[in-house]
């Protein structure tokens, strides 16, 4: 089935340990995004990618680095976890970076730092 | 600073009533209102969707109303059903620097009794 996996669906980590977490699609899509999303703040961009090689910084990108090697995989990764990255995690794509579009978005991967 | 205002925050409706959520914008380079539907454990996924130059789009039981000289817009679910139970966000997109910025509300926690 085409769509966007994310790995894993949940993890605790300590404070201070380095996370990683992955993202892949399948649907060739050029766009990806990483949100965070928590109770009563909605969907909030972390960082984007407009194509394979490129990254940028969305609305709360601090803690945060992303890299994007080819089309299809579009990893998270957290240098030094703190609590307040506790968060659920949603991967995102669209076909192309600008205009209305539709975004497609990963199950999510539920991030507890304690 | 949220530049989506989404209430309430949860709602309660009775199955087959008319449930009812609101959304209001400042930025008016804000040029696509898409709806995401969001069960859970799951990713959003896209519901509806309507551009500014027009008032009203109907699809099914759901519909979105549209005020451009209020900056507001609504979704309206037409004889709720258990089904529709599911976390509700509207969002606005804008085209900035190259690529398309989403801003979501925060979400409205729907809930439809038999």
């Known amino acids: 089935i085409a769509g966007i996996t994310q790995a894993p669906t949940s993890q605790i980590l300590a404070a201070g340990r380095r996370m990683t977490l992955r993202c892949t699609q399948d649907?060739?899509?050029?766009?990806m995004y990483w949100y965070r999303q928590d109770l009563g703040l909605g969907l909030r961009l972390i960082h984007y990618?407009?194509?394979?090689?490129?990254?940028g910084k969305g609305e709360v990108p601090d803690g945060y680095s992303v890299s994007r090697a080819n089309t299809d995989d579009f990893p998270l990764t957290l240098a030094s976890a703190v609590p307040s990255q506790t968060s659920v995690y949603f991967c995102a794509s669209s076909d192309r970076p600008s205009g209305a579009n539709v975004l497609t978005f990963g199950a999510g991967s539920r991030l507890t730092v304690l | 600073q949220q530049q989506v205002k989404q209430s309430p925050q949860s709602l309660i409706v009775q199955k087959g009533g008319i449930s009812i959520i609101n959304c209001a914008y400042e930025n008016t380079a804000f040029d696509y209102f898409p709806w995401y539907q969001q069960f859970p454990g799951k990713g959003p996924a896209l519901l509806i969707a309507?551009?500014?130059?027009?008032s009203e789009k109907k699809e099914g039981r759901f519909t979105i109303s549209f005020n451009k000289s209020a900056k507001q817009f609504s979704l309206h679910i037409m004889d709720s059903q258990p089904g529709d139970s599911a976390t509700y966000f509207c969002a606005a997109i804008s085209n900035s620097g190259g690529y398309q910025k989403v801003t979501f509300g925060t979400g409205t926690k729907l809930q439809v009794i038999p």
């Open positions: 309507i551009r500014p130059d027009v």
């Open positions: 990618s407009n194509t394979a090689g490129t990254t």
């Open positions: 649907m060739r899509h050029n766009a």
